[in-house]
């Protein structure tokens, strides 16, 4: 670096990621990659963050009270996912580090997918592949992998957010699915109208969805939201889909549940402990079982990428960021 030029800050991008991500960031920053999938955390991490003004993380990397207190540096926290519960946003607030995630740019795509996952699961595509790849398709039969309908069914959605809205769109509007919907908060009523949505509380949603759609936030109020006593409440019929986050569903109760028919099938996006997946889970021939990827279209990960980076940019040089965690951080100057 010239020594006439002011220092600039120094960040560290906690994942590999997309490499114009990278050179943009270079324009603004000293940029240290981790360049290795293995995520950092821990000790480990707050080695990394010595001397860091911001980190770019991609969902998974620890942020908490302990590591804000060994990097004293650091400013903001800069994250491409949309769930944060891998970062502790009060601590962050309570020493004055910014927080940004990544909402409204994966909510199509995400949607896609869950219905996507919900329609597999119901229809029992992976099953039915891997039936045809073993050469067990030798003649027609009546009920040759008969699943579940999709239109005209009931759709569940647990969290009516941006993401439970999206997937509900496709069901009433494309598939004539009827929508019932639990949240913490009802919908206005206009949209509740436009959807033909109705609120239900948990165990009627439970009881009534034909396919339940998982997109609740993980956090303490919604660990294990969806555990034995729960899954006893569906239709032996019924499917679940989780595009949330592992931790929401109790996936040892879940395969349980499964193995009893109390319900008929799951697809399943997240884990409780990924990319550890249930061992009771990968030996049920009806669950459709994918690595958290509902968000993974190429053009919508690099939005997301983009716009973690535009955070970090205007966060770290006086601008304000286009979606703060924690705005009141900026407030206090
Ligand atoms: C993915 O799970 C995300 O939170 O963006």
Redesign the pocket.
């Known amino acids: 670096m010239n020594p006439s030029q002011p220092s600039r800050p120094t960040i560290l991008v906690a994942r590999p990621v997309f490499p114009d991500t990278v050179a943009r960031l270079r324009q603004h920053f000293e940029v240290d990659v981790h360049d290795s999938e293995t995520p950092l955390q821990g000790d480990a991490l707050a080695r990394r963050l010595q001397g860091k003004s911001g980190v770019f993380v991609a969902?998974v990397e620890p942020i908490d009270a302990a590591l804000l207190a060994a990097c004293p540096e650091l400013k903001a926290v800069c994250s491409?996912?949309?769930?944060y519960n891998n970062i502790d946003v009060a601590a962050c607030t309570a020493r004055g580090v910014l927080v940004t995630n990544?909402p409204g740019v994966?909510t199509e795509t995400?949607a896609d997918f869950g219905f996507a996952l919900m329609m597999a699961t119901a229809r029992r595509i992976g099953e039915a592949e891997r039936f045809l790849r073993r050469g067990e398709w030798t003649h027609w039969s009546y009920d040759l992998m008969a699943g579940q309908d999709i239109h005209g069914a009931t759709l569940g959605v647990l969290g009516m957010g941006r993401i439970g809205q999206a997937v509900a769109r496709r069901g009433a509007l494309g598939f004539g699915m009827k929508v019932v919907y639990h949240n913490r908060s009802h919908l206005p009523e206009a949209e509740e109208a436009a959807l033909g949505a109705r609120w239900l509380p948990l165990p009627e949603l439970m009881a009534q969805a034909d396919h339940l759609v998982i997109v609740v936030p993980y956090g303490p109020a919604s660990h294990h939201l969806v555990g034995r006593e729960q899954l006893a409440w569906m239709k032996p019929t019924a499917t679940l889909t989780n595009i949330a986050?592992g931790g929401v569903v109790d996936d040892a109760a879940l395969a349980e549940a499964l193995r009893a028919g109390q319900l008929a099938a799951a697809g399943l996006d997240?884990f409780e402990g990924e990319p550890q997946v249930h061992p009771a889970l990968l030996t049920l021939p009806n669950v459709v079982l994918t690595p958290?990827i509902?968000?993974a279209s190429l053009a919508t990960r690099r939005a997301?990428a983009d716009l973690a980076a535009d955070n970090l940019i205007a966060a770290l040089t006086g601008q304000p960021p286009l979606t703060a965690l924690n705005p009141e951080v900026l407030a206090r100057g």
């Open positions: 969902g491409m996912a949309v769930g990544a994966l995400t986050r997240v958290h509902a968000s997301m």
